[in-house]
């Protein structure tokens, strides 16, 4: 019975403040084409009923004008892409303009006067009308930095203004639905403070997608979680960190969607009996047989890895990692997926963004677990959200035939809440052990246990909390407890 109140309570609070779904934003790269099979991805492999928002990247630009970066992108890709909301009539689609290998110089050369802006705004326009997008997305990487001005932190802001107000004038003109305009912006606090009016960015964007990932890479020199969900006492960069900081700034919460990655950052051991969080490193670890990149894992590589590495908890931060000899990555799985999705519902941000749908397992080939299974666990989290469309808790202790997403088993109903109140304390009585208190929760809602295989690991190390949580201590939610807790930002988030 105990059980059965612990899953009702946990349905209860995944409903939205507003009962409105959030927003589940999703990149998809043109170059995942490209890649061995069977990780080669194209639109026509993606779900259109999965993200409510699908952005193809990217485009470039040319005489301070958007064009494809490829030739074959506006007869093949763009058509394919947008022929997904033939499906889906709700799913909406964004080109995005950018990335960091595009660099800054062609977006300082446009943004430096009214003509080249407004040269820019034009195309954009008929370029998104021609292809059948429903937006545009800003991925500039960054104003005021790596070679960058100064002054394209203003400039930056001034086309952003330009282009919606060129936006709504189109739509009124044409009686269209507005095309919608979204930014990719940083989630590191120095890069913030440098690069952007975050109030103006906050009051002109629809939606602003925060990248709450690298923060941790081989370009250093000491092994890190690319994405934790909060932050260690001596190392502020987090997810929590970067979404708290935003809305202190003035951006109003549910424009802010938080980036989750679909891919883990790697490192060379320096020595393989140091492989804990913070090990000396030495460098990436080798490249993935199918992203072919030193330092990065997408996570259908991931799950291959794993299998013969052993895995560990990150208790603070709420995210596992791995080592195998000399390699170790940093990831997330479904279980740091679902803490993320509820610390957004808690925390009433807008909605997840992920990068990228491609680096998923797609088709379910690598990790055994079905197609999309960290992307499904976020749409089950933020988009399924109608609590009629939810499996009553009954039929969840029924046996699976399906698994597809490894969760805590009756802690993950008080662990999962708990977390988010970092007021109380939540602990273990014991390390996290391989079979007990696991279970896995299949697509349509039935759970029974199985073995995980985290290694159990020394107290206090590693391990998911909230073991002895009691039902009240799950229900227990004072959000200006939690506002005290983030406000200054000088303390664990």
């Not at 370029?127 to 400039?155: A, E, K």
């Not at 990719?184 to 960015?201: E, F, R």
């Not at 399906?402 to 662990?415: C, N, Q, V």
Request: glycine letters at 8%; hydrophobic letters at 40%.
């Amino acid at each position: 019975m105990e059980k059965l109140c612990l899953w009702v309570g946990l349905l209860l609070l995944l409903k939205h403040h507003d009962g409105a779904a959030h927003k589940l934003v999703c990149y998809f790269t043109s170059w995942a084409q490209s890649r061995p099979s069977p990780a080669s991805v194209s639109p026509r492999d993606l779900d259109p009923f999965l993200c409510t928002h699908l952005i193809l990247a990217f485009a470039s630009m040319d005489h301070n004008q958007i064009v494809a970066k490829n030739p074959q992108d506006e007869k093949i890709l763009y058509p394919e892409f947008n022929k997904l909301k033939e499906r889906n009539r709700e799913l909406r689609t964004l080109l995005s303009i950018g990335g960091w290998n595009f660099g800054t110089a062609r977006f300082t050369t446009m943004l430096s006067t009214v003509a080249s802006r407004k040269a820019f705004v034009d195309s954009a326009i008929f370029f998104l009308r021609t292809h059948g997008f429903d937006g545009l997305d800003l991925f500039f990487l960054y104003p005021g930095l790596r070679g960058s001005p100064v002054q394209d932190r203003w400039t930056f802001t001034l086309l952003i203004e330009e282009l919606l107000v060129a936006f709504q004038k189109e739509a009124l003109l044409t009686t269209r639905p507005r095309l919608l305009l979204s930014a990719a912006v940083s989630g590191n606090l120095h890069i913030i403070q440098t690069s952007y009016d975050v109030p103006q960015l906050g009051g002109l964007l629809d939606f602003i997608n925060i990248l709450s990932y690298d923060f941790h890479g081989s370009w250093e020199k000491f092994t890190g979680h690319n994405s934790p969900l909060f932050s260690l006492p001596e190392d502020f960069k987090s997810s929590a960190y970067a979404m708290t900081y935003w809305q202190k700034l003035g951006v109003p919460p549910e424009k802010l969607i938080m980036g989750v990655p679909t891919y883990g950052r790697t490192f060379q051991l320096l020595r393989a009996s140091k492989n804990g969080l913070q090990a000396q490193s030495v460098g990436p670890a080798p490249a993935g047989k199918y992203t072919k990149q030193a330092g990065f894992l997408a996570y259908y590589e991931i799950c291959s890895f794993v299998q013969k590495a052993k895995k560990r908890w990150i208790h603070d931060q709420y995210v596992p990692y791995a080592y195998e000899e000399r390699n170790w990555v940093g990831y997330d799985d479904a279980i740091s997926f679902s803490y993320k999705a509820l610390f957004i519902r808690r925390q009433h941000f807008g909605g997840a963004m992920v990068w990228t749908l491609d680096l998923d397992d797609v088709r379910g080939t690598f990790c055994g677990t079905g197609p999309f299974p960290l992307v499904y666990t976020l749409h089950r989290l933020l988009v399924q959200t109608e609590l009629s469309s939810t499996p009553s808790p009954s039929s969840w202790l029924s046996s699976a035939t399906d698994p597809s997403e490894t969760l805590p088993a009756r802690p993950y109903a008080t662990t999962a809440l708990g977390i988010l109140l970092p007021g109380k304390t939540v602990t273990a009585n014991m390390p996290y052990r391989k079979s007990e208190t696991m279970t896995t929760i299949s697509r349509d809602g039935t759970v029974t246990p199985t073995m995980e295989d985290y290694t159990e690991t020394p107290e206090g190390e590693t391990g998911i909390p909230g073991e002895n949580m009691t039902l009240q201590d799950a229900l227990y939610s004072p959000f200006e407890e939690m506002n005290m807790y983030f406000g200054d930002y000088g303390g664990r988030v």
